[in-house]
């Protein structure tokens, strides 16, 4: 099957900045697409950031600006580059991927990681 590694989760002031990273690793053909979701206590998952195969992205008006996302396909990781937080930015982060898995023709299936805790204090 296929995991989903988060990391560079933390701690930061107000104005800081952060990097997030996520591995994908296992039975791999292909991923088309690699994304950021975040969801804040008593609040619904929301979408962050997506990048597909082409490198096309879209990102949240929220963070717009101020966030970039980014993919190495070599490595299978995405990274989300995280400027200016701001205390409403404070979630537990998850990875997303839409991967194709080895050996099963065409066939996608969607993963998610286990989550990174992200704290903005003011």
């Known amino acids: 099957q296929v995991q989903l590694v988060e990391s560079g989760g933390g701690l930061v002031q107000a104005g800081g900045s952060l990097r997030l990273s996520c591995a994908a690793s296992?039975?791999?053909?292909?991923?088309?697409?690699m994304g950021w979701y975040r969801q804040a206590p008593g609040k619904q998952r929301e979408l962050v950031a997506r990048?597909?195969?082409?490198?096309?992205?879209n990102y949240a008006d929220s963070v717009k600006g101020r966030f970039t996302i980014s993919r190495d396909n070599a490595k299978n990781t995405v990274y989300l580059q995280m400027n200016s937080l701001k205390p409403e930015d404070t979630a537990v982060y998850y990875c997303?991927?839409?991967?194709?898995?080895?050996?099963?023709?065409?066939?996608?299936?969607?993963?998610w990681g286990q989550g990174t805790q992200v704290t903005v204090s003011s």
């Open positions: 296992g039975s791999i053909s292909r991923i088309n697409a």
């Open positions: 997303n991927a839409d991967v194709v898995v080895a050996g099963m023709g065409h066939y996608v299936r969607n993963y």
């Open positions: 990048i597909r195969s082409g490198d096309s992205t």
